[in-house]
């Protein structure tokens, strides 16, 4: 199956640093999401985003589907913002396949 | 609805007991999908629902697992005799259709002891 890597595992940031999130996938995709877990375990929809840039706020995404990665960025971070991230993509459709995730602390 | 609903948020079962977790998705999404995250890891897809067929069960770990939606709306994942390697968070999601921006709901963490 498709693997997905996400970098850094783990992040620890001080209040109003920026950070870049990085998600490698095996093979292309036809759709890629990035979401945040709230400490309830609720994935809360970040960005939809098979290729091309967006922007929400403090938070933009970017990926490149000829190179097969894609970069969330998170911008003037606040500790609202700490959340596990997650990256999934679906090759077929329908199947997400998720990464690990990385682990984002922001402290005060 | 406005978002997809999960019913129960909590359970908590004695191995060998049999659970029902409900989802009940987005009005008007076609897709729907169960998905079983371990402590520490990713959601792992289990099945996957267009309508009422289940169109990809490859996913389920056993066949204790049982997952239905027989009018295209609410779902059921039925899991007979309990294990503790069950114990997961399990999350659904649904879709306008296959593809689309898929959204999940809040899960059922299910504990067996």
């Known amino acids: 199956g498709i693997q997905v890597e996400q970098s850094p595992p783990d992040l620890i940031l001080q209040e109003g640093a920026n950070s870049t999130l990085r998600c490698n996938f095996s093979?292309?995709?036809?759709?890629l999401q990035w979401f945040h877990q709230n400490p309830w375990g609720q994935l809360i929809n970040l960005f939809y985003?098979?290729?091309g840039t967006k922007q929400n706020g403090r938070l933009s995404a970017t990926t490149v589907a000829t190179e097969r990665y894609s970069l969330l960025y998170i911008s003037s971070s606040q500790t609202t913002d700490s959340a596990v991230y997650f990256c999934?993509?679906?090759?077929?459709?329908?199947?997400?396949?998720f990464g690990a995730g990385t682990t984002v602390t922001v402290r005060a | 609805g406005a978002g997809v609903s999960q019913s129960p948020r909590y359970k908590v079962a004695k191995r060998g007991q049999d659970v029902a977790l409900r989802c009940d998705p987005i009005s008007g999404h076609v897709s729907l999908f169960w998905y079983q995250q371990a402590l520490g890891q990713g959601p792992e897809f289990l099945t996957y629902f267009q309508n009422e067929a289940q169109l990809d069960k490859s996913g389920l770990p056993s066949d204790r697992f049982f997952a239905e939606r027989p009018e295209g709306s609410v779902s059921t994942l039925k899991i007979q005799r309990t294990q503790q390697e069950d114990s997961a968070v399990y999350l659904c999601a649904s879709s306008f259709e296959g593809g689309t921006e898929a959204f999940f709901g809040q899960g059922t963490r299910l504990t067996v002891v």
């Open positions: 985003i098979p290729s």
């Open positions: 093979d292309s995709v036809n759709n």
């Open positions: 999934a993509v679906d090759l077929n459709d329908y199947k997400l396949s």
